[in-house]
Nanobody, 116 residues
Framework: EVQLVESGGGLVQPGGSLRLSCAASGFTFENYYMSWVRQAPGKGLEWVSAISRNGGNTYYAESMKGRFTISRDNAKNTLYLQMNSLKSEDTAVYYC?????????RGQGTQVTVSS
């Protein structure tokens, strides 16, 4: 059974940072592109970032470039998202997802709230 378990969300002030983690199990993690997607209140799913199988290539939505960094540790079956310079519009539930666009499923999500 595929499991993706996110952690690291919380409340942070504008300009602050958070690091999200995703523990993966039930599949061969190193064989898949992985991604992060998010859903803001009242809005649809938004693709955030993706990373290649060995971590050598990373991709970001335009509004996240320069602020977010995706990474992975294949030895630990873990995906990360370092988020810096957070803005109120980054408030959303963040999901770890399997596949470059999350097309193979996602976890339960972790809430990120950016507010003063």
């Amino acid at each position: 059974e595929v499991q993706l378990v996110e952690s690291g969300g919380g409340l942070v002030q504008p300009g602050g940072s958070l690091r999200l983690s995703c523990a993966a199990s039930g599949f061969t993690f190193e064989n898949y592109y992985m991604s992060w997607v998010r859903q803001a209140p009242g809005k649809g799913l938004e693709w955030v970032s993706a990373i290649s199988r060995n971590g050598g290539n990373t991709y970001y939505a335009e509004s996240m470039k320069g602020r977010f960094t995706i990474s992975r540790d294949n030895a630990k079956n873990t995906l990360y998202l370092q988020m810096n310079s957070l803005k109120s519009e980054d408030t959303a539930v963040y999901y770890c997802a399997k596949g470059p666009k999350g097309e193979y499923g996602r976890g339960q999500g972790t809430q990120v709230t950016v507010s003063s």
